[in-house]
């Protein structure tokens, strides 16, 4: 219980940003799961533990994001079954986790993120009326369940693959964080449950990052609405740069 004493205050202040990360960008859990790894956990129990703080932080992100009416539930809900079954098969993956591979695939996913970020080609039509046709859904539908599955694997960056996956019909940054968040809990659901049937949770660590990390969740979404997509936009660009040049250079 001694160290303890001085994890749990650590943990709930970078649950607090990771949790305001997570919301307004991603990359959250790349604070946290190191730091759970330097306290000891294996990579394994570290990946469990941080789904507790991740499952927390979207409920409150989730209420923020509908209050204030930016929640399109209805696409949502379209993202999440794939997602739900995409989730089991990659958190039955996780619990063999190789990091050095995950590492090096993460930081080339994230310069790709930030490229197209920083280009943004669906500019233009996100002034229009996104129309989601038969094809649109389709893709929806498979690349939500490539999302569940890296999701369920290791969550790390994930929500930068989610931006990406819904900035290519146009959508605007807000309302796919306010997406992203609903899909995440849902999936997470499924994940953590197959890390609970594992044994691969601290309890207490977890519970105090998910304290941190669901005040980080109520903070994420007012800043969200309040700054719109244009800042949003900086936000994840600085983020995913700073992410990926660590993982490249101090993997």
Excluded at 127 to 134: A, D, H, P, S, T
Excluded at 167 to 191: E, M, Q, S
Excluded at 198 to 215: E, K, P, R, T, V
């Amino acid at each position: 219980m001694d160290a303890y004493f001085w994890q749990l205050p650590l943990l709930f202040v970078v649950g607090v940003v990771a949790g305001i990360l997570n919301t307004i960008a991603g990359g959250g859990s790349l604070l946290t799961l190191p730091l759970l790894i330097f306290m000891g956990l294996s990579g394994a129990v570290a990946n469990g533990t941080n789904r507790i703080a991740i499952f927390c932080q979207n409920i409150f992100a989730i209420r923020g994001y509908s209050k204030r009416g930016m929640l399109p539930l209805q696409l949502a809900l379209l993202c999440t079954p794939p997602a739900l079954l995409g989730s089991w098969v990659g958190a039955n993956l996780a619990i063999n986790l190789d990091d050095q591979v995950f590492k090096r695939l993460l930081a080339l996913i994230m310069v790709g993120v930030l490229i197209f970020t920083a280009v943004d080609p669906m500019k233009r039509i996100r002034q229009q009326e996104v129309n989601f046709g038969w094809w649109r859904k389709i893709l929806i539908v498979l690349s939500f369940f490539g999302v569940g599955i890296y999701g369920g694997f290791v969550q790390a960056g994930v929500g930068f693959i989610v931006i990406t996956a819904l900035l290519i019909h146009g959508l605007d940054l807000v309302r796919i964080n306010a997406i992203k968040v609903f899909v995440i809990f849902a999936y997470t659901f499924i994940a953590l449950g197959v890390f609970i049937y594992h044994g691969q949770i601290d309890y207490y660590l977890g519970f105090a990052l998910a304290a941190g990390n669901s005040i980080g969740g109520m903070i994420g979404p007012r800043l969200a609405v309040a700054k719109g997509h244009d800042w949003i936009k900086k936000v994840v660009s600085v983020t995913v740069l700073v992410f990926a040049l660590k993982l490249l250079l101090f993997p």
